[in-house]
């Protein structure tokens, strides 16, 4: 038999359901995610530095977790929540079970909850600071909720989770420097698979450290938080302009808009995800792709810059690229690297590579 | 883009009638494109064979044919109306094998007309399997092995080549007829000339067997921008080698990691790019479980049952948007009609587990092969919705009305271990259930996996329901557990058994405990974004989001999956109900789980619950809703049958009362009803017991009709000659017991009537009598039916007028009924009434222009018929005759007899209409797929009884040109009669047989009456399967006979030569 473990929201919803994983209590910002397949990838990527995620698909684990699929080999999630849990998992690839992961990397979950009535809620209220009590642990309601809404979300989340020292992931082609916000396997892998000679430099790392490299571009990457508790980086990125081609996804898409003096926000609702419709305004087709922010560049802080907005989410309209053409930078907030989710945008990648190879010409900017 | 301004006018070609593999998916995407179509304001004409549908309504199209699907009728409309454009991806394979015939026959560029949507180029490359194979080479998209094979030689060399077992799929066919797999040289010769007969361009494509694999199908759409989604995958619980219409189906796919799913979509999206499909397309793939290799299967550039299913599981309308794009529309410039507030460019998540289980009509057909392949045979489908795959499965299971409820076999105890490996090993209808007990009995799921190759992820999931079984039954009454068990979708049935209680001890244990379900909605976004679609689905949670509203409501049952009998005309009269139910200012609630109809698009209905049609699913939604009361007479028997059990609940069950219903159905009471209403019926008793049948059936005289009380179409009926051949009906087909009496009538061959009326308690509108082609006998749902009556004079029409509205009023109807007459030596009897909807209320309601369900809702929700502005009594004929011919699905059924009888077989049917019955038969076989030739040989061979009326019928057949070919008896009384005969031998005989005059097509039509007995091995029951195996017309009854012989007289010139001149000396 499992043991009971109840999700105590800040706003006083309390949730019974049964724990896996591991034991522990833990408190985090509560979440959703709304993909049907990569739960090892969604639970794996660093933007979800410090949540408890909920997956709104209800049948959890059914594939167990493989050597391949991790977008970080350190999970950073507190806590996931799901309708139900599969112990038994079936495909060729998987090696263990995702509560074994989760025991192991001491991360808890609870299972057997109306999931469906926590994700309405979350629509409702926005995301919401919650308590995962420990296994088989009593109730005590007032103190749990207590607890939640005295929980502070981490302001220096970049910085516990980017990479200490540079490394290397060598290629025979353009040199590629990546600041490590956060970063996703994914977008090495889409480096790597265009044979990119790749160095992976932690997030604080110097505009001179990083010219010194010699990039041939360089990849903002991905990461969990507010953009603005990233000292120092949109400051780095300003000078980084104009020495060789940028391109920024997610966090480092915001933190790339903050260098030209955008301004963002954050959203009610964030987008977590692998149905994200995005409109590419330059060439009208309309993309799937896969997110997870929430925090969004604001609208009015653009004009003022000499950005383009070149993506835009086609349900709520919020702004998902911009581009500068002769500064060679461009950005996405959504994943192109996808993993999980659709593989639509991963052409982004060559556009990398071709405004890389464009060097100074700018007619070829966005072939 | 914006949607197109040079066309006006667009011709849309439905699906016909309903056959296996075509099914009421095609009423719902046909509907939904023509009103789609309409709203873009284009005018829309419609043709379509097919009366018992919503989409041949005249509010769904601007104008509506129903005609035959042929390119000399559809020519003839075409030249007629001079649309702009045609639409044909709609009406299934029916529609693009038309629009394809229109095409060659040059017809469309002569006119200048534009195919809409998917080009044909497209539908060529998808479908011609050389053409296909030849783009998935260029698009380095891996084929199983194969080799397009145009006969037997060139079969046997591919194998030759490749080994066993390979499947066989005939080129351009529907649902994969003349398929299957074959193991041996023995099968091989079979299939692969069954299925070269059956391909219109004589062509099967062989293909190396990769059984076993996973079966994946992607529901894919894209538009001219190419902008392009996957609305839904799919995965086959049973792995490739079973038809994906015959599979168990889960969406969305539960054993693949996000690598696999992103890898296939690419796949399906490229393939669809490659074709630029413009609308809605079906990839169907193989993937291997141990790698991520994988297969393309096959391409359906059409909407499908797949994506009525899709659209169904997601609550994306799939077919009204691809009919929007074929106007030009674009998927990111049109809203999401589900959420209203997102665009429909995007990719529904779901946030609940549906599955889909096949209806099979095995039941009816004993002698049917009950074995799946690649054939599909399955009649139609049930779907259910649940929060875990044991609670969708469970729910899907009880919405078959197979009466099982769980993962049981009846009489399991008598069955061996060995049978039983063997039906988990050749997959059948009711593996299922054989691998619950299985499982019940001990055996592991990596055991049964090796039987059947079955993912084990399902596997566990049925052995958990198996396993929660036992922990039900070590614990009765144990609250955490019966909600443990509840949330995994176990029914109250279930339960009782397994606690040896009464369902509804433990109903009221539940409320009580507060174990009762919530309602959750399906918005194709998980709950992301604010929805009001009327959607729902119940489950154990703890947030209801079905509110109810202030307004009264009615509740409308649905019939379920279409099944021989019970097929989409109730549907229709379901929908109907609910648009006058909401005309008359109430709320239509709607409770159904078929996910091909038109019922259950939820913007038909204010609330559609997805369920089970069980008691205790319907009853948790009369709880929560508290509506005025419940209509069940449009839902056929499935909804009659609740009745008894609502009632007991104290459910107000609106229009005629179950006491009412009750008495028309019960044998007993309604044969004292007909005596105190002084009708009379033929002679006939109840038996309980086999004994008492044989006296009865002395009593009455034979030949006597027998049948269980409490049947739809006829299940079980017979006609018995002898004492010896009711005894065996009395052992093999029925239980007589006092709960389950037997019928015994008198037989009395004469014509054979049916009437539809509709009674508001005090006045009875009769919207018309039919008159049946085939005497009485033959089961009214397989006779061809007529209207207005040919034969009938004044009186017996005021006689049968008469008789209706008193057993109407006698029997205290409150909407619809239906009555079947027989007049036999000029007296007319009564042989049977339906309180209910009927089949022919959709043809009826067509032909006169009276919307008999509508009217009869009215009338049951207090509005009488002549406050609605309608005249009492017999309605007006109006000008023409129209036949109703039935359909039947033969081909898809191996070893079933095609004979007519009392037992209905026919999956569908089509309208005939013209100036004369002629011309109007003529259409209507046509349309039912009959080829008439002016002029050929028919073979006759018919039994002692009906030789005398053969004579006749072949001396008209030699006027007109046709050679008579006969066996040998057959051949002797026509030759005594004068007439010209070539003998064939019989089976067995020496020299060519008529087995070989079938085989090498020297006969254009059979005529063969039933040789009393019914064993397969009958010689008989071969010539008629022949005739089917090779698509030869074969008639088992005079009757249809005598008309098809009319129609092809009226084809002909007469040609008598001159009287001789004899000069008297």
């Not at chain 1, 990083?210 to 300003?238: F, M, Q, R, Y």
């Not at chain 2, 409150?814 to 027989?822: A, E, R, S």
């Not at chain 2, 009434?833 to 009217?855: G, H």
Request: aromatic share 6%; charged share 25%; proline share 4%.
């Amino acid at each position: 038999m499992m043991k009971t473990r109840y999700l105590v929201l800040e706003d006083g919803t309390v949730f019974k359901g049964e724990a896996f994983g591991s034991e522990k209590a833990t408190i985090g910002e509560t979440v959703f995610t709304t993909g049907m397949t990569g739960y090892q990838e969604a639970i794996s990527n660093p933007s979800g530095y410090g949540q408890i995620v909920v997956m709104t698909y209800p049948m959890i684990g059914n594939t167990g977790i493989n050597r391949d699929d991790y977008e970080s080999i350190e999970l950073a999630i507190n806590g996931i929540v799901v309708r139900e849990y599969s112990d038994e998992p079936s495909n060729f690839r998987s090696a263990m079970t995702l509560g074994d992961l989760l025991k192991l990397k001491g991360i808890p979950g609870i299972q057997g909850i109306d999931t469906r009535k926590l994700t309405r809620l979350l629509r409702e209220k926005g995301p919401l600071k919650g308590k995962l009590t420990a296994a088989g642990e009593e109730l005590d309601a007032s103190l749990a909720i207590g607890e939640a809404k005295a929980y502070e979300i981490p302001v220096n989340q970049v910085a516990s989770i980017s990479t200490k020292k540079p490394y290397s992931s060598p290629g025979q082609g353009k040199r590629v420097v990546v600041i490590d916000f956060g970063l996703k396997h994914g977008l090495l892998r889409e480096l790597n698979k265009r044979d990119f000679d790749v160095i992976v430099v932690p997030y604080n790392t110097s505009t001179e450290a990083i010219l010194s490299l010699v990039p041939d571009g360089i990849l903002l990457s991905n990461g969990p938080g507010n953009p603005e508790d990233v000292e120092g980086a949109a400051d780095t990125i300003k000078h980084l302009i104009g020495n060789a081609p940028i391109f920024g996804i997610g966090l480092g898409h915001q933190l790339l808009a903050m260098s030209y003096g955008a301004k963002i926000q954050k959203m009610k609702n964030g987008h977590s995800g692998g149905n994200y419709p995005v409109k590419d305004l330059t060439t009208g087709r309309t993309e799937l792709t896969s997110q997870s922010h929430s925090y969004v560049l604001e609208e009015s802080s653009i004009a003022s810059t000499p950005l383009t907005v070149t993506h835009r989410a086609l349900n709520d309209g919020t702004i998902e690229g911009i581009c500068h053409e002769t500064d060679r930078v461009f950005s996405v907030q959504f994943h192109p690297e996808a993993s999980p989710g659709p593989h639509d945008a991963s052409h982004l990648f060559d556009r990398f590579d071709n405004v890389m190879n464009a060097s100074t010409r700018k007619e070829n900017f966005n072939a | 883009m914006p949607k197109r301004q040079d066309i006006q006018t667009i011709l849309v070609i439905g699906s016909g009638p309903i056959v296996i593999g075509q099914a009421a998916e095609f009423d719902y995407a046909g509907t939904q494109a023509c009103l789609s179509l309409k709203e873009e304001g284009y005018r829309v004409i419609l043709i379509n064979s097919n009366p018992a549908t919503i989409m041949t309504d005249t509010e769904i199209a601007d104008k509506v044919y129903i005609e035959p699907i042929t390119l000399d009728f559809v020519s003839r409309i075409i030249r007629k109306e001079r649309p702009d454009a045609l639409l044909p991806t709609l009406g299934g394979q029916t529609g693009l094998n038309m629009a394809i015939e229109l095409q060659e026959s040059g017809i469309l560029d002569e006119l200048g007309i534009e195919i809409l949507g998917t080009k044909l180029d497209a539908i060529h490359k998808a479908e011609d399997r050389d053409l296909f194979r030849t783009l998935m080479n260029e698009l380095g998209e891996p084929v199983p092995e194969s080799e397009i094979v145009h006969n037997l030689q060139e079969a046997q060399a591919f194998v030759k080549e490749i080994g066993y077992p390979v499947i066989v799929r005939p080129a351009f066919t529907l649902g994969g007829t003349g398929g299957g797999i074959c193991y041996n040289d023995q099968d091989l010769e079979e299939i692969v000339t069954s299925g070269l007969k059956y391909s219109p361009v004589t062509q099967c494509l062989l293909e190396k067997s990769i059984a076993g694999y996973k079966e994946i199908e992607y529901e894919v759409m894209r538009d001219s921008a190419d902008n392009a989604i996957v609305v839904c995958n799919m995965e086959n619980v049973d792995p490739v080698g079973i038809h994906t219409g015959d599979s168990i189906v889960v969406a969305p796919c539960q054993t693949m990691t996000d690598r696999e799913n992103q890898m296939l979509r690419n796949v399906s999206l490229k393939i669809i790019r490659a074709l630029k499909i413009e609308g809605g397309c079906n990839v169907q793939l193989a993937l291997d479980p141990h790698s991520f290799n994988y297969y393309i299967i096959e391409v359906n550039p059409r909407v499908s049952r797949s994506s009525a299913l899709a659209s169904k599981a997601t609550g994306y309308p799939i077919a009204k948007l691809a009919a929007k794009i074929a106007v030009g529309l674009t998927l990111d410039e049109m809203k999401n009609p589900v959420t209203g507030s997102t665009y429909a460019c995007f990719e529904p998540t779901i946030d609940y587990i549906v599955s889909k289980i096949p209806r099979w009509a095995f039941d009816k057909f004993e002698s049917a092969k009950r074995n799946l392949g690649t054939q599909m045979k399955a009649t139609g489908e049930v779907m259910a919705i649940g929060r875990t795959f044991e609670e969708s499965i469970l729910k899907a299971v009880r919405s078959l009305e197979t009466g099982q409820f769980g993962l049981s076999l009846k009489h399991a105890d008598e069955l061996t271990d060995e049978w039983i490996e063997k039906r988990i090993r050749r997959a059948g209808d009711e593996r299922l259930f054989f691998i619950g007990e299985a499982l019940r009995r001990g055996v592991t799921i990596e055991t049964i996996h090796d039987w059947s190759q079955i993912d084990l992820f399902f596997l566990r999931k049925l052995e958990k329901i198996v396993a929660m079984e036992r922990e039900l039954q070590a614990d009765p009454f144990n609250v955490d557990v019966l909600y443990k068990a509840k949330r995994m979708g176990f029914s109250d049935v279930t339960v009782a058994a397994l606690w040896n209680k009464e369902q509804r001890e433990v109903y009221d244990f539940r409320k009580e405990n507060g174990i009762i379900p919530v309602y959750k909605k399906v918005d194709t976004c998980a709950g992301e974004y604010e929805s009001d679609t009327p959607y729902f689905y119940g489950t154990y949670e703890e947030e209801n989001e079905s509110v109810k509203s202030d307004k009264k409501s009615v509740v409308v049952l649905g019939s379920g999956p279409i099944r021989i009998g019970q097929g989409v005309e109730f549907d229709y009269a379901t929908v109907h109900s609910v648009w006058a139910i909401q005309q008359a200012g109430y709320e239509a609630i709607i409770i159904n789980n078929n996910p091909e109809t038109v019922s259950t698009d939820f913007s038909i209905s204010d609330k559609l619950y997805f369920e089970p049609l069980t008691i205790e699913d319907v009853m948790h939604i009369i709880d929560l809703e508290q509506p005025e009361g419940v209509i069940v007479q449009f839902g056929g028997q499935t909804a009659i049958n609740l009745a008894d059990a609502l009632e007991e609940r104290g459910v107000n069950i609106i229009g005629t009362s179950l006491e009412d219903i009750d008495r028309a159905e019960n044998r007993d009471k309604f044969e004292k009803a007909l005596r105190e209403i002084g009708i009379p019926q033929p002679l006939g008793k109840t038996a309980v017991s086999v004994e008492e049948a044989v006296v009865i059936a002395n009593e009455i005289g034979y030949p006597v009709l027998v049948r269980p009380s409490y049947v739809l179409g006829g299940r079980a009926m017979e006609i018995v000659y002898r004492e010896e051949e009711l005894l065996h009906y009395m052992e093999h087909a029925v239980e007589a017991s006092p709960a389950h009496p037997v019928l015994i009538d008198r037989y009395l061959t004469g014509t054979e009537i049916e009437v539809d009326a509709i009674c508001d308690g005090v006045n009875v509108l009769i919207p018309g009598i039919m008159e049946h082609i085939e005497r009485a006998g033959v089961h009214s749902g397989d006779s061809i039916a007529v209207y207005p009556p040919q034969n009938l004079s004044a009186s017996m029409v005021e006689t049968i007028v008469d008789y209706t509205k008193r057993l109407a009023i006698g029997l205290n109807i409150k909407g619809l009924l239906n009555i079947q007459f027989v007049i036999s030596e000029g007296q007319v009897y009564v042989i049977e009434v339906n309180p209910r909807s009927s089949r022919t209320v959709p043809f009826l309601s067509k032909i006169t222009n009276l919307p008999m369900a509508n009217i009869a809702t009215k009338a049951i929700l207090g509005q009488s018929i002549t406050e609605q502005g309608y005249k009492t009594g017999l309605a007006q004929a109006p000008a023409g005759v129209y036949v109703k011919v039935p359909v039947f699905s033969f081909a898809k059924l191996r070893r079933v007899d095609i004979t007519l009888g009392p037992e209905m077989k026919s999956t569908g049917e089509v309208m005939g209409k013209d100036i004369t019955l002629e011309k109007a038969l003529y259409k209507g076989l046509v349309a039912a797929g009959m080829q008439i030739k002016e002029y050929g040989s028919v073979l006759m061979t018919v039994s002692d009884k009906d030789k005398e009326e053969m004579v006749d019928l072949a001396e008209r057949f030699i006027k007109i040109g046709y050679r008579i070919l006969a066996t040998e008896g057959t051949a002797k009384v026509l030759e005594a009669a004068g007439m010209n005969v070539k003998t064939v031998g019989k089976i067995g005989a020496e020299g060519p047989t008529l087995l070989d005059v079938i085989q090498k097509g020297e006969a254009q039509l059979v005529i063969n009456t039933l040789t009393k007995g019914k064993q397969p091995e009958r010689d008989g029951f071969r010539i008629r399967r022949e005739s089917v195996e090779n698509g030869i017309p074969c008639l088992t009854s005079i009757d249809t006979a005598d008309a098809m012989l009319r129609v092809i007289e009226s084809m002909s010139f007469q040609t008598d030569h001159m009287p001789k001149q004899q000069v008297v000396l």
